[in-house]
T-cell receptor, first 117, second 111 residues
Framework: GAVVSQHPSRVICKSGTSVKIECRSL??????MFWYRQFPKQSLMLMAT?????????EQGVEKDKFLINHASLTLSTLTVTSAHPEDSSFYIC?????????????FGSGTQLSVL | SQELEQSPQSLIVQEGKNLTINCTSS?????LYWYKQKYGEGLIFLMM?????EEKSHEKITAKLDEKKQQSSLHITASQPSHAGIYLC???????????FGKGTKLTVNP
């Protein structure tokens, strides 16, 4: 099946710094990728839709200047958490859209646990 | 927007027991996806259902979508510790690429 690689898997940073998370489709091209955020014991909340070569589409309530998304190639989308604060600590996970053999159309990365001190 | 309610929120069963997890939508489901997740890790795709009345099985897991396409169930037969995790249902928002997820069901299987 399609493989999506997400890096880093875990990051700890100081308040005020910026953190970049990468999401790569390894064996397919993804024109559309999605970024989710998940708090403990909560479901995945869609943050934004990342489209290759164009601006990302953000969900209501998500600050686009806070969470910068770049999808410069068909295999790479990045999420940068700018000026991170403790309330940004969360689990971030990306997914890439492609047709799967079993009917799935999204393949997920393994996620990034962000801890802001 | 579409909302998905999952029940129960958590479930503890003894190894070997059967169990069912439900996912109910406020709107008609165009596509219903079941995933398994261990918190802090990625999602593992289990099954996708699209047609009313559809049922799919893989190993000891069976998923069904009701005729009205507003409710789905995930049934695990003879549960094992390896089945433990968080089960999430996700649905198409009116046929778009976006998936909306339920809050998940945390399953614990005691040996």
């Amino acid at each position: 099946g399609a493989v999506v690689s997400q890096h880093p898997s875990r990051v700890i940073c100081k308040s005020g710094t910026s953190v970049k998370i990468e999401c790569r489709s390894l064996d397919f091209q993804a024109t559309t990728m999605f970024w989710y955020r998940q708090f403990p014991k909560q479901s995945l909340m869609l943050m934004a839709t990342s489209n290759e070569g164009s601006k990302a589409t953000y969900e209501q309530g998500v600050e686009k200047d806070k969470f910068l998304i770049n999808h410069a190639s068909l295999t790479l989308s990045t999420l940068t958490v700018t000026s991170a604060h403790p309330e940004d600590s969360s689990f971030y996970i990306c997914s890439a859209q492609t047709a799967g053999l079993l009917g799935e159309k999204l393949f997920f990365g393994s996620g990034t646990q962000l801890s802001v001190l | 927007s579409q909302e998905l309610e999952q029940s129960p929120q958590s479930l503890i069963v003894q190894e070997g027991k059967n169990l069912t997890i439900n996912c109910t939508s406020s709107k008609t489901l165009y596509g219903l996806y079941w995933y398994k997740q261990k918190y802090g890790e990625g999602l593992i795709f289990l099954m996708m259902l699209q047609k009313g009345g559809e049922e799919k099985s893989h190993e000891k897991i069976t998923a069904k979508l009701d005729e009205k396409k507003q409710q789905s169930s995930l049934h695990i037969t003879a549960s094992q510790p390896s089945h433990a995790g968080i089960y999430l249902c996700g649905a198409d928002e009116g046929g778009s690429e976006k998936l909306v997820f339920g809050k998940g069901t945390k399953l614990t299987v005691n040996p």
